[in-house]
């Protein structure tokens, strides 16, 4: 193997886990105030589908971000409203969000099936992105790449260096405990639900504005399901989100180059690893929900808090 096909691969894989790294991450937090938010893939193509008009009609990629950011929120406080005030089932509703968003997003693009965008394209840091094979790998990426990164460290410093992130933690592992000492679990959890919405709209946003420059129905193509099984994957642990999002992410990518290293498996194999495992994780959710054989998984994850004042 060459030295350009391998940073190739490796920038691919890269790439390819963005959007895993930011919907899982947005999901970790929501997950860790005991809130079981399975709409993931509906806010995701959301997000996809207000960054691509917006970057249509406006040229600015900023805006378009911000769009989706917004646009994941929105969503997101739909599955808010329903769950924590009108109390209903979370599994259920997430479920209800996904199908409404990819309904959503399939009826509203219909307009811009044809049309093309302006992608993001990478940033030129001087010196840096010049270094020879150190350069291309780590110094020549889209600026959202490093955003993801960031906000895996951001929300691992908010989890376990602040007191509201013990307070979060706190309300997943004891919603009760933490409700009869004062704190109001109710906003602490549509806040984390509206993190993690903002989360899988930019996550959303980078497939439409950085990854393909036309608009399809079908962009997520499960990641928001990925997602999902990516958070159990990494033990509801910020920085194993980046390890499972690079295992996934290479997955995708590797069964691109499959047939240029002359590897005897069918594409079709190939494409089906990545939810296979996705599966083969949400049903090890089940069984550590039941047998609570993981101390890190949140003890209260998907019950419904009924508050008594």
Known sequence: MNESLFINIIIGISIASVPLIFAAIGELLVERSGVLNLGVEGMMIVGALMGFVVQFHTGNSY???????????????IFAFLTQYLLTNQVATGLALTLFGLGFSAFVGRGYTEETIQLITSIHIPVLSDIPFIGPLIFSFNPLVYVAFLMVYLVWWFLFKTKQGLILRAIGDNHDAAHAIGHNVVRYRVMAILFGGAMAGVGGAFLSLVQV?????????????????????????PFRIILGAILFGGITILQLHAQGFDIRISAQYLSMLPYLATIIILVSLRMRLKNKTNRTVPNCLG????STT
């Open 213 to 237: 420059p036309i608009w399809g129905e079908d962009m997520t193509a499960g990641r928001g399901w990925i997602a999902l099984g990516l958070v159990v994957f990494a033990s509801w642990q």
């Open 303 to 306: 019950r419904i808090f009924h």
């Open 63 to 77: 805006l378009a971000v911000l769009a989706a950011l917004f646009g994941g929120m929105a969503i997101a406080s």
